[in-house]
Each structure stands twice: as structure tokens, then as C-alpha cells.
């Protein structure tokens, strides 16, 4: 634990190395992260900025020079007192927040003994029991060997939690005295439907769960084998189901999950990885591939985003004090129009390639939408001229997604091609809830008569003009506001590639008529909890046997 004092300049040596080790480690596993999992991605990032925090390292110096501590003790002491400032926080998720400074130290930790640190060694599928699970654990675990999860740390925003809910599988989280009571190898049953664990059951349980785990192997197989067909109705009603992607490397995802197309190729990645713009090149081979996997199918490639959640560094010098109101999407791109065209230039070129069009994000008016369109024209113009092969006639659609766009949806869907409702943000900026403050999360409420009557609303201009109107938004997966999309008559729902099939095989398990009645009656109410029983009392009502296994995945926390 103590030092020879002339050996304190070397121990704060081994504590800066060690920080920095533990640093590069996470950023590349980060690397790692499925494109479809961003909030593991963003937890990577935190745990990132934790070790080089000045509190963390600063106070574990101080500790080492004064008190001739070795490293490892000095970030524990520091580590005692940070976690017990943020125990005294009167909020479960900053409190929560502990478990992050408990992980990184401990990988630092680690890193001083010289351990190398391996999460598992598991080759094998298994359900796993621990303390919490870090997203870098995750990753270093290989998702795809995770049964199951149950932890004792627990809450909805742990990131056990956030990551079962990203990947869909079983979990029970905030079990006191798990790791106590269970032992390595041993029959573990995990309920996520009612939040049980049973360490080595019985036969009787054993031979119940088997049966219900049969049915449900069963429904998914069902579900994977039906989704190469459409998303009909019982009563003939076609919609189109498509897939929300980021990168190429899920162009094989989404060929395999049946989706019709891409709704939305998100395109902030490139410009978030690397410290400089990508080149028209580098943005063009990508969305070239993309476009050549998927064609003839439609991709929809919205053009940049950044800002908000998708902060560039540029953008976090701006130091805007609310940048989710501030210099974002298509404001962004029309300040740095070289950017834009950039982009549009990329975007057209692979349009020679495939079914492509553009949708731009966060219009709130006209004027945008027709410098927007000047923009394209001009850059059509530019390419021809140099003999470029592109698509000159790009169809050009906008995103729905913040309540001006609503109010003003039917001039503006004279002069688009089509609209896709982000709902997202539309419930952000529509309810005035911050997507990321957990704090509001308990208003985000999907049936909200006001988010209810601006997708109606919305739906209503588009169709009026002749245009087609696709959600691409998180509620575009939620089977409970299928039959609701459904009713008021979306087009197209785009969501990740894993929803895809479900989605599919619930529309053909619906029909027309009941959604439309039942999105009639939802439209009439203003009670949000009468909206909720209204829609939840119809899931049983319509899908009956579907529901249990529905219920199993999607409550895993
Ligand atoms: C949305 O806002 O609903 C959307 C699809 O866009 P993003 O989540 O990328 O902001
Ligand atoms: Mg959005």
C-alpha cells in the first residue's frame, strides 16, 4: 500500500500509463459496438472520459504524492469518496452513475497488477450472473454467447438493462444476494416475464419451462420464416416494412431480415468517427454499396444530422447552451453549405448505382426545403457538367419530426416526394422531453393525443398531395402502435433489421378494419391511460396468442 516516498514521481507515472492503457482499450472496443447499439457506444465513451477525469486521476495523485500511497490504493480512496458524493445524489440515475466510476477503476486497477482482463472464458451459450455488466464486458463476452442476464445492481437505466432491452434478450436485473446463492454450472431458469430467477429447478418447473421455451423457439422460427412475405393484412391491406440502418456492413442484416428497402441510412457515423470530414470518395464507395445491395429496393439516405445527440467536435465548440434547438440537421448543412454539397455530391453519384433518394432532417419551413432543393439542383448540374454519372431526379423527401413540419405538413408535402414521420424527435420537441434526460422519461408517452393527432395529421397532408408517408422513428418497432400506424394508414414503418420479421408478422396477423376503428376511437380521447387500456385491451383482443410471446421480449427488465 505505501511507497518510499523518492518513489512517488514513478507510481504517478504508472497511474497516468495505466489511464491512458485503459483508455485506448475502450475506444477500441467501442470499435466493437454494433451499429445498433448507440447507447453502448455513448456508455464506451463515458467510461472513456472517467478515466482521464480530473477529480479521478487529480485526487489519486494527491493521494500518492502526500500520503505515499501506491496507485492502485490511491484510486481506491479517491474512488470511496467520488462514489460516495454521487450515493448522496438524490436521483436514481446519477446514483446509478456509480457503478461506471466502480468499473473504470477496476479496470484500471487491473491494468497496474498487470492482470490482463478477459471477462470469460465461456465458449459456450450461457445465461450469466454478475454484479452489473459493463458495456466493454459485453463486447469482450461476445453478445451472441448471452442466454440470458441477471445481475445484482438493478434499475431501468443499468446498463444491463439498456443493453437487454438493445439486443432482446431475457433479463432480470437488482437480484440482492445472486452471487451468494448460485454457483458456476449450475440450472439456472431466468423468467424475464415475471422478473424470477429459479436456481436449479425442480423437475416439474424444469419440464413447464421447457415446454413454454419450445412454443416460443417455435413462434421465432415462424416469425424468421415468414419474412420474406409481405406485410398484408387479413383483409388485404398491404404496408411496406423496411430497415433503419447506419453503415454498409448491415446491408446483409437487412437483405436477411425480408425488410422491402432501407427507410433510413442514418449518415452521421463517418462524420463522427474520424477527426477529419470524410471525402466525397469515401462517402460515395459507401453509399454506392449500400445502394448496389439493396437494389432494386429504395435506400433512403438522409443527409447529415449532426448536432443534438450526434454532436461533432465542431459543433461541441460552438458551446451552444441549447443545442438540440441550436445549429442542427439541415441548419448545419445549409451554415456550411461546402459540407452539404460534399455530401449531395456522394449522394447522387450512387444514385447511378441503385434506388436512391435523399431525405433532409429537421425542416421546420419552407424556405429550407427550397434552398435545400436549389442545393441538389445545382450540385445535379455541377456532376452532368463533368460527366459524372449520377441521378439528376433524385427524389427528394423531408423528415416529420418537429412540430412546425407538422403544423405547415401540407405545403410541404406539395412539394416533396415523399415524408417520414421521426418520431423520436417529434416526441422531444413535441412534448418538450429531452430523449436522453431519463428524469422525463415517464412522459414519453407514444399515445399522447398530441403525437396521436400530428402522425394523423401528417398522414392526412401527405396522402391529400399523393405522397407516401413512412414512420422511421423508435415507434415504428413498438407493436403497440402497430395497429395504431396502421389505422390512421401509414405507408411504410422502418425499423432496426432485427424488428423487421416481427413487425411483418404481426401486420398479417391484423386487419385493416379493426385499426382503423380502433385508431378512430384512440383520435376521439384525450386520456392517455384510456389510449393505453383502448390499444392493450385490443393487442389481446386481435393478436391472442401472440401477445404472451410479445410480452417475453420485450419486457426484459
Ligand atoms: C427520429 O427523430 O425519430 C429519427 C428517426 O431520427 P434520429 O433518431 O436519428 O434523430
Ligand atoms: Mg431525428
Known amino acids: 500500500m505505501s511507497i518510499m516516498p523518492d518513489a512517488t514521481e514513478t507510481e504517478v507515472h504508472r497511474l497516468h500509463e495505466a489511464a491512458q492503457k485503459v483508455r485506448e482499450e475502450l475506444a477500441c472496443a467501442r470499435e466493437f459496438v454494433p451499429a445498433y447499439l448507440p447507447e453502448q457506444r455513448e456508455i464506451i465513451a463515458s467510461h472513456m472520459l472517467i478515466c482521464q477525469d480530473p477529480k479521478l486521476l487529480q485526487g489519486a495523485v494527491e493521494y500518492i504524492r502526500e500520503q505515499s500511497m501506491n496507485a492502485v490504493w490511491a484510486l481506491e480512496k479517491t474512488g470511496e469518496s467520488l462514489c460516495a458524493a454521487f450515493r448522496a ?30 471477462a470469460s472464458e465461456q465458449e459456450t451459450p450461457a445465461v450469466l450472473l454478475a454484479e452489473e455488466l459493463s458495456p466493454v464486458d459485453a463486447i469482450e463476452l461476445k453478445l451472441e454467447r448471452l442466454l440470458s442476464l441477471v445481475t445484482v445492481e438493478g434499475g431501468q437505466a443499468t446498463h444491463t438493462a439498456i443493453l437487454a432491452r438493445s439486443l432482446h434478450i431475457p433479463a432480470v436485473v437488482g437480484v440482492p444476494g ?14 424475464a416475464l415475471k422478473g424470477c430467477i429459479y436456481l436449479e429447478p425442480d423437475e416439474t418447473e424444469l419440464a413447464e419451462f421447457v415446454r413454454r421455451q419450445e412454443e416460443y423457439s417455435h413462434w421465432r422460427e415462424q416469425v424468421r420464416r415468414s419474412a420474406y412475405l409481405p406485410a398484408e393484412t387479413l383483409d388485404a391491406v398491404r404496408i411496406e416494412v423496411q430497415a433503419n440502418i447506419e453503415e454498409a456492413k448491415e446491408c446483409e442484416a437487412v437483405l436477411e431480415s425480408g425488410a422491402e428497402g432501407i427507410g433510413l441510412c442514418r449518415t452521421e457515423l463517418a462524420y463522427l468517427k474520424g477527426k477529419s470530414l470524410p471525402t466525397e470518395n469515401v462517402l460515395y464507395e459507401e453509399y454506392r454499396t449500400i445502394a448496389q445491395s439493396l437494389a432494386p429496393a429504395r435506400v433512403i439516405f438522409r443527409t447529415l444530422d449532426l448536432g443534438a445527440d450526434k454532436m461533432s467536435e465542431q459543433q461541441q465548440e460552438l458551446r451552444e447552451a441549447n443545442p438540440d434547438l441550436g445549429l442542427r440537421a439541415i441548419r448545419y ?29 429537421m425542416i421546420t419551413g419552407i424556405q429550407e426545403l427550397e434552398t435545400s432543393r436549389r442545393i441538389i439542383n445545382e450540385v445535379a448540374t455541377e456532376l452532368c457538367a463533368e460527366g459524372m454519372p449520377c441521378d439528376p431526379h433524385i427524389p427528394v423527401g ?128 384525450t386520456d392517455v391511460a384510456a389510449a393505453n387500456r383502448m390499444v392493450t385491451e385490443a393487442l389481446f383482443e386481435l393478436l391472442r396468442e401472440e401477445v404472451d410471446f410479445h410480452f417475453t421480449m420485450i419486457h426484459t427488465s
Not at 445472486?178 to 423468467?191: A, K, N, P, W
Not at 460534399?342 to 433518394?357: F, M, W, Y
Not at 400506424?485 to 391484423?510: E, N, T, W, Y
Open 333 to 361: 448543412c445549409l451554415r456550411h453549405q461546402d459540407v452539404f454539397r460534399t455530401q449531395l455530391r456522394a449522394l447522387l453519384r450512387a444514385g447511378a448505382h441503385g434506388n436512391v433518394a435523399v431525405m433532409l432532417p
Open 398 to 525: 423531408v423528415m416529420i419530426e418537429v412540430p412546425a413540419a407538422v403544423m405547415i405538413a401540407d405545403a410541404l408535402a406539395r412539394e416533396v416526394d415523399f415524408f417520414s414521420i421521426g418520431t423520436n424527435d417529434l416526441i422531444h420537441y413535441l412534448l418538450a422531453i429531452d430523449r436522453r434526460n431519463t428524469h422525463v422519461a415517464y412522459l414519453h408517452e407514444p399515445l399522447h393525443p398530441a403525437v396521436v393527432r400530428a402522425v394523423k395529421h401528417v398522414i392526412d397532408c401527405a396522402h391529400h398531395e399523393g405522397i407516401g408517408v413512412s414512420i422511421c422513428g423508435e415507434l415504428a418497432a413498438d407493436p403497440y402502435c402497430l395497429p395504431i400506424f396502421l389505422g390512421m394508414g401509414v405507408d411504410v414503418l422502418s425499423a432496426s433489421p432485427q424488428r423487421v420479421p416481427i413487425l411483418k408478422h404481426l401486420a398479417r396477423k391484423l386487419r385493416k378494419e379493426d385499426c382503423t376503428e380502433l385508431a378512430h376511437s384512440v383520435l376521439m380521447t
Open 178 to 191: 445472486l452471487l451468494e446463492s448460485s454457483r458456476e454450472g449450475e440450472l439456472v431458469i431466468v423468467d
Open 89 to 118: 445524489i438524490d436521483d436514481p440515475y446519477l446514483r446509478e452513475r456509480v457503478q461506471d466510476i466502480r468499473t473504470v477503476i477496476g479496470r484500471i486497477q487491473s491494468c497496474l497488477y498487470g492482470d490482463k482482463y478477459i
